[in-house]
């Protein structure tokens, strides 16, 4: 059982927009920057959103991140074959003294 | 261009010892938090270790606690995991991550396989 709580999948079409949610307490989303982590099939996981809404150089635009309170989504638009893979949200635990990951969210591209 | 490579995974049986490597290089290791993350055969990840830019602080997952031990050599650009006493449950890929001040995994390695089984 993950510490955050993310939808175990989801899917979309070519061109379309799709978003993922992540959902924590107090003692993490709530008091921490979220960050958000691209792993493609097979390879190791990639920062794909830093503090809550950053792109690391190199992420194109179609990937966003914000979040409200205890809650954080990230959004692709444009939606793209390439972007088939697992997504994970992290962020600080402050009770835990380390940080804490989404289960994580299966993205199909139909 | 930044790279973190991972080695030292293998197979061992259930009470034993490995001892993970992460060798950094093309950044300043002493710079920057590292953290071992973990991920067991289809699922998600799992923090496993975080330690500072001088070791002079360290936590660890309570699945680990007491069994696991970071450490890292600034000088050899290298961070370690100690595991003993290991279990099934420990079986993984383990990656090392470069982490900023604020929690952020920003490089990752590619990962080490450990697998824990009589």
């Known amino acids: 059982q993950s510490v955050l709580t993310q939808p175990p999948s989801t899917s979309g079409t070519p061109g379309q927009r799709v978003t993922i949610s992540c959902s924590g307490s107090?003692?993490?989303?709530?008091?921490?920057?979220v960050s958000w982590y691209q792993q493609l099939p097979g390879t190791a996981p990639k920062l794909l959103i830093y503090?809550?809404?950053q792109r690391p150089s190199g992420v194109p635009d179609r990937f966003s991140g914000s979040k409200s309170g205890t809650s954080a989504s990230l959004a692709i638009s444009g939606l793209q074959s390439e972007d088939e893979a697992d997504y994970y949200c992290a962020a600080w635990d402050d009770s835990l003294n380390g940080p804490v990951f989404g289960g994580g969210t299966k993205l199909t591209v139909l | 261009q930044v790279q973190l490579v991972e080695s030292g995974g293998g197979l061992v049986k259930p009470g034993g010892s490995l001892r993970l490597s992460c060798a950094a290089s093309?950044?300043?290791?002493?710079?920057?938090?590292m953290t071992w993350i973990r991920q067991a055969p289809g699922k998600g990840l799992e923090w496993v270790s975080y330690i500072s830019r001088t070791s002079s602080s360290t936590n660890y997952a309570d699945s680990v606690k007491g069994r696991f031990t970071i450490s890292r050599d600034n000088a050899k650009q290298s961070l370690y995991l100690q595991m003993n006493s290991l279990r099934a449950e420990d079986t993984a890929v383990y990656y090392c991550a470069r982490t900023d001040d604020s929690g952020n995994m920003d490089v990752w390695g590619k990962g080490t396989t450990v697998t824990v089984s009589s």
């Open positions: 503090s809550n809404d």
């Open positions: 093309r950044f300043t290791f002493g710079d920057y938090f």
């Open positions: 107090s003692s993490n989303v709530g008091s921490n920057a």
